[in-house]
């Protein structure tokens, strides 16, 4: 058996989107991608948008994502350390991950520091300049308040109403992204910002659905994982360098 010592990173899974069919195709790519690198995978960083929507009653999850779920239980108890980060689409897990999986649930950023290398870690929603509509919509959909307003409709009636806001929400930023210059791109922006106060060799993000992999300074990289529906594309950490991978294609 190989040693466990290498780090995976991905994000924007977005299980749940488009439709049942693509979403259960996905999911069976991920679970084998997940049974790759299970072998020598010391830690597992989901950096958001896992699902394309997801919250918490206090005794119901959305349902579905059993194979992935379950995978990610088989790799728990294999030892692997799992990280989920919250996203925009998924900002609302508490602790039902936390117990099933004994995951670490990450709100915001993470610092991390693994064989002399030192890691900036963000899903990269509302980071940056501009994008103020969704900072200040994040505020509220993140407040308690409204978790507990939420909570307090029927689970079909809330997941109905926050599928069609997920979808939405899609259709808008399919409209509105582009890949901009990369001295133009919010996040490089932001992660100049974030090294001029600290150092880090790398920032790694998702979120919009690039992937890119740019040179910062000698000794800093900015990593955008990509997303799934369209690229399968992850980073894994071998102990000295940081690489982003492609795995299967989206089967059309």
């Known amino acids: 058996m190989p040693e466990r010592n290498k780090l995976y990173f991905a994000s924007d899974f977005h299980l749940g989107a488009v439709s049942y ?18 072998p020598d995978a010391a830690e597992l960083f989901l950096v958001g948008d896992i699902f394309d929507f997801w919250f918490e009653y206090k005794t119901v999850v959305p349902k579905g994502y059993i194979r992935f779920l379950g995978k990610l239980s088989e790799m728990a108890d294999a030892g692997i350390k799992i990280y989920f980060f919250k996203g925009n689409h998924d900002m609302w897990m508490f602790d039902y991950l936390e117990k099933e999986l ?3 649930i990450v709100s915001n950023e993470l610092s991390i520091e693994r064989n002399g290398k030192r890691f900036y870690i963000h899903h990269g929603d509302g980071l ?16 308690k308040l ?3 307003l939420f909570a307090r ?10 599928n069609m806001w997920s979808g939405k929400s899609r259709m808008e ?12 791109e919010w996040l490089v922006q932001y992660s100049n910002e974030v090294l001029a106060n600290s150092h880090y060799d790398y920032l790694i993000y998702g979120h919009r659905h690039y992937p890119l992999d740019i040179t910062l300074s000698p000794q800093s ?3 955008n994982l990509g997303e799934w529906v369209n690229y ?16 299967e294609p989206a089967r059309k």
Not at 153 to 162: D, M, R, Y
């Open 173 to 184: 930023g399919n409209r509105t992204q582009h890949l901009r210059a990369h001295e133009q």
């Open 102 to 104: 004994n995951a670490t």
């Open 221 to 223: 990289r900015y990593i």
């Open 21 to 38: 069919e693509s979403s259960r195709e996905r999911e069976d790519r991920i679970v084998r991608w997940l049974n790759a690198i299970a």
């Open 153 to 162: 409709l029927h689970p079909n009636l809330g997941v109905g109403i926050a």
């Open 146 to 148: 409204c978790q507990w």
């Open 232 to 247: 399968s594309t992850y980073a894994v950490f071998d102990g000295e360098n940081v690489s982003l991978q492609h795995f």
């Open 128 to 143: 940056g300049p501009g994008d103020k509509s969704y900072k200040f919509l994040k505020k509220i959909f993140r407040s």
